[in-house]
């Protein structure tokens, strides 16, 4: 079956429509059968039976930002892989490009070189 | 380049693609006006979406997929952690607008307003048919590979700077010589 591009991410959309109408009918279904006698005890936050003191803490340590910016470097990273990935081998292209690749690894190679050496990728 | 069809009947993708414009414009003014910071970065994700379905319909395929994974993924994710850096605000915060907020405001009409005149004077009445697999991966690696491989190379040396930037400024223990 041939549905051309747009017929074809119309399939998707209408997937995820699906998906969606799911997992919402599920909850909605949910809420609409079960009974709602809610106490300040019930609403309270549960952590081992102990009742909880003051707000949530949600602040971090500074240090996880590297890791999350490791992640960034490592998707923009593999999303060039993938153009490459189909051309390197085409005709015209060839060692070149083979190269070019290479550098733009070996930059960023550097960096994680970098944190490497300043004990960052290890957990102290 | 070839004659544009007429405005006046437009097709369904037009149609879709007005929409997604709207929800990606609408999703951005909650993203500056919300009163909490973590919807704020939620509302962001919203935008995005509609973003990539906006390239989506313009036959960008690849693009599209990016715009997800790295904007929807991994862009929203420093902006969580940038957040959990801080105070780590959860719920409704008073402070959040500031003096600046006319001016702001007036910069962004002046951009848009700007940029809206660049492209309806650059392109005018100029119209390119879509043609599917136009914006596929193999598509783009053969236009970066061929014709832009000084921009891609820079961007690495971007890369590197800005993650060395990261470690240095999340590290209290490397310190500035003198």
């Not at chain 1, 949530?56 to 060039?80: E, H, K, M, N, P």
């Not at chain 1, 070019?100 to 970098?114: D, N, P, Q, R, S």
């Amino acid at each position: 079956m041939s549905l051309g591009y747009l017929g074809s991410y119309a399939a998707v959309l209408a997937l995820f429509v699906v998906g969606v109408a799911i997992v919402a009918g599920a909850l909605f279904a949910n809420r609409m059968l079960r009974p709602t006698r809610p106490t300040p005890d019930k609403l309270a936050t549960y952590e081992c039976g102990v009742d909880p003191v003051g707000e949530g803490w949600a602040q971090s340590q500074v240090r996880y930002y590297v890791f999350t910016y490791l992640y960034v470097i490592f998707a923009v990273d593999a999303v060039f892989l993938f153009p490459w990935a189909t051309v390197f081998a085409a005709p015209g292209f060839g060692m070149t490009t083979l190269v070019e690749m290479f550098v733009f690894l070996g930059f960023i190679a550097l960096g994680i070189l970098y944190g490497w050496r300043k004990r960052v990728l290890t957990w102290a | 380049m070839t004659d544009a069809p007429s405005y006046l009947s437009p097709t369904g993708q037009e149609i879709v693609f007005l929409l997604l414009g709207a929800v990606a414009v609408g999703a951005a003014l909650l993203v500056v006006t919300t009163r909490q910071l973590v919807h704020a970065a939620l509302w962001l994700v919203v935008t995005f979406g509609a973003l990539a379905g906006c390239y989506l319909v313009l036959t960008a395929e690849f693009v599209a997929w990016v715009q997800v994974l790295i904007y929807v993924g991994a862009i929203v994710v420093l902006l969580l952690f940038g957040i959990m850096l801080t105070r780590a605000p959860i719920g409704r915060s008073a402070d959040l607008d500031s003096g600046n907020r006319p001016a702001a405001a007036l910069v962004a009409l002046a951009t848009a307003a700007v940029l809206v005149t660049v492209v309806v004077d650059g392109f005018r009445t100029a119209y390119a048919p879509l043609r599917a697999g136009g914006g596929s991966a193999g598509e783009i690696g053969s236009s970066v590979f061929r014709n832009w491989v000084l921009p891609f190379e820079a961007l690495s040396v971007l890369l590197l700077a800005a993650l060395i930037g990261a470690i240095v400024l999340s590290r209290t223990d490397i310190r500035g010589r003198g």
